[in-house]
């Protein structure tokens, strides 16, 4: 099956949450570590990979990567980047976030397996989802804390993905622990 993985990325300076354990530059450079393993990991699956920025550097890491394109939109945020990437798919898609130390082409094959029409949601363990596929457009987003449970009501006929390497994302500085103990940093 042909499908497109939109992964939204606004910069390389993220993780804020991660300031009072990481420094500015260990920040920059694990998320731009965390935004490759989950490129490729989706890349080796099978997938055209399209990174919806607004960022210069990310936009430049993108296209030296291969990688499609898609202007952030305005107004910014998540929700509505999703939506400008999966607009551009012509197939399959999947919305797969970029702080996943754990992800491996495998998830992303599960995912495509249990697909076949119906929507797939994978939650993070913090009660987000960490990925989101479909074949039709007009998906009601609906990210930030809690999202899992708002994406399950509003398509309560989706299939629900559970992995290791989609449940483990990379927000909080026990998270970062977490990762570490575990061998993926």
Same mark, same amino acid.
């Not at 300031?19 to 965390?34: I, Y």
């Not at 399959?92 to 996943?100: F, G, I, S, Y």
């Not at 309560?156 to 483990?168: E, F, S, T």
């Given at each position: ?12 300076? /993220? =993780? ?13 450079? %694990?998320?731009?570590?965390? *935004? ?8 080796? #699956?099978? @997938? ?19 990688? /499609?394109?898609?202007?952030? +939109?305005? +107004?910014? &945020?998540?929700? #509505? #980047? ?9 197939? *399959? ?7 996943? +130390? ?18 797939? =949601? ?10 989101? @596929?479909?074949?039709? +457009? ?5 990210? &930030?804390? &809690? ?10 006929? @989706? ?6 390497? =989609?449940?483990?994302? %990379? ?15």
């Amino acid at each position: 099956m042909r499908f497109t993985a939109v992964v939204p990325i606004r910069s390389f300076d /993220g =993780l804020t949450r991660l300031s009072e354990a990481l420094s500015t530059e260990e920040r920059f450079a %694990l998320m731009r570590r965390l *935004a490759e393993r989950t490129c490729t990991a989706i890349a080796e #699956a099978g @997938a055209s990979v399209v990174i919806v920025t607004g960022d210069d550097e990310v936009r430049s890491w993108a296209s030296e990567s291969g990688f /499609g394109l898609v202007d952030e +939109p305005d +107004p910014p &945020g998540l929700d #509505a #980047a999703a939506a400008a990437g999966i607009a551009q798919a012509d197939d *399959a898609w999947m919305v797969v976030h970029a702080d996943l +130390p754990a992800i491996a082409p495998e998830d992303i094959e599960a995912a495509v397996t249990v697909l076949d029409g119906r929507s797939v =949601l994978a939650p993070s363990h913090d009660g987000g989802t960490s990925l989101i @596929a479909g074949s039709t +457009p007009g998906f009601p987003f609906s990210y &930030g804390v &809690g999202s899992f449970h708002r994406h399950l009501a509003a398509v309560p006929d @989706a299939a629900v993905l559970i992995r290791p390497g =989609l449940a483990l994302d %990379l927000d909080r500085p026990s998270d970062l622990d977490a990762i570490r103990r575990l061998g993926f940093l």
